[in-house]
């Protein structure tokens, strides 16, 4: 084979190892790209569900512990009828109406939520079974507001009104309340306001608690599936354990802390202590100094030490002979070569 020939063959092999190598690297990039892309597009969406999963059911949480205590829950208790919001200003939504403004307001942004990804979940990339899971436990939520006289189609028309057109954000809660103050608009959302009126009077509390069930199960599906932590669990000591206008000492507080809206009517406790629910910290036990007396354990060298018996035994513990101190110098008149208290010789 000349030289011109081996020359060829390795121009070609270079150029088809090249293109290979090229290729092979598009197709990762590729795949990389994508599957940002769909992590980034489930976070966009499974986040904000998680979000206002944890934002409902702590809200009807505060219903529900408040009718199990007092038998109704006065913060809600503001109209007899959903039509007397019409001609309502801005000071009473803000104001007198806000607890019930706003439960109307987050279930509203709870339903937008769950909306949105029903809509886009043939888009989601989950991990293992999550996308069956997913709907299922969707479902479950829908099937339990329905049973509150809130209908699968009634919940789709209220979360496609908590959402701002073009921009496809959700509405604040001021500019939800412009809707509720329109009576053609605020007519979609009569049935949850029917609803938490009667809670707030203590009335359906089974068909409650199938709701707080049903989002109980659902924020726990998607704490799993984002690796995150208890969302309920964070969301309900963000408030219940945090004292309002009290010393963190003392307790004396309303009970209600960020987003207090609530205030001390929710009162909801945790944990052995259901004081701490209402703004009051357990009081600390006080801790008695004992009295003085004698020391239970002495030195032991400087313990007294028994006269050896007549039977005993040599003494297992050698014990220290005491110092007779420095002896005495001789007497005066005494002369040299005597002892110490002994006179002069006599003599024979």
Same mark, same amino acid.
């Given at each position: ?286 801790? #008695? *100094? /004992? =009295? &003085? %007396? @004698?020391?239970?354990? +002495? !030195?032991?060298?400087? $313990? #007294? *030490? /028994? =006269? &050896? %018996? @007549?039977?005993?035994? +040599? !003494?297992?513990?050698? $014990? #220290?002979? /005491?110092? &007779? %101190? @420095?002896?005495?110098? +001789?007497?005066?008149?005494?002369? #040299?070569?005597?002892?110490? %208290?002994?006179?002069?010789? +006599?003599?024979?």
């Amino acid at each position: 084979m000349d030289a011109l020939s081996v020359t060829l063959i390795s121009a070609v092999t270079s150029g088809a190892i090249s293109l290979t190598l090229a290729w092979v690297s598009g197709r990762q990039q590729r795949r990389d790209s994508e599957r940002v892309q769909r992590e980034t597009r489930t976070m966009a969406y499974l986040n904000p569900l998680r979000w206002h999963t944890a934002e409902v059911h702590h809200r009807l949480s505060l219903y529900a512990t408040s009718v199990d205590r007092d038998g109704c829950y006065p913060p809600a208790q503001v109209l007899a009828d959903p039509r007397e919001m019409e001609g309502k200003g801005a000071d009473w939504f803000a104001g007198k109406g806000v607890v019930l403004g706003s439960s109307v307001w987050m279930t509203a942004c709870l339903f937008a939520q769950m909306t949105r990804t029903r809509h886009d979940l043939p888009f989601l990339r989950l991990a293992g079974n999550d996308d069956t899971r997913l709907p299922g436990l969707l479902q479950k939520v829908h099937a339990a507001f329905a049973a509150c006289e809130i209908y699968y189609a009634t919940q789709s028309s209220i979360g496609t009104d908590a959402l701002l057109e073009p921009e496809g954000r959700l509405r604040s809660y001021r500019e939800f309340c412009d809707l509720l103050a329109e009576p053609d608009r605020r007519v979609w959302a009569d049935p949850v306001t029917w609803f938490l009126i009667a809670v707030a009077h203590g009335e359906r509390r089974p068909a409650l608690q199938r709701v707080l069930d049903a989002l109980s199960e659902l924020s726990a599906f998607l704490d799993d599936s984002l690796a995150g932590g208890a969302s309920l669990r964070a969301r309900h000591g963000a408030e219940i354990h945090r004292p309002r206008g009290g010393s963190p000492v003392t307790g004396t507080g309303t009970g209600a802390g960020a987003g207090g809206d609530l205030g001390a009517a929710a009162g909801a406790g945790s944990g052995s202590d259901a004081g701490v629910g209402r703004g009051r910290v357990p009081s600390l036990s006080p801790h #008695p *100094i /004992p =009295a &003085p %007396g @004698p020391d239970p354990s +002495p !030195d032991p060298v400087l $313990r #007294p *030490i /028994p =006269a &050896p %018996g @007549p039977n005993s035994g +040599p !003494d297992p513990v050698p $014990r #220290p002979t /005491p110092d &007779p %101190g @420095p002896r005495p110098g +001789p007497e005066p008149g005494a002369g #040299p070569g005597l002892d110490a %208290g002994q006179g002069p010789d +006599p003599g024979p």
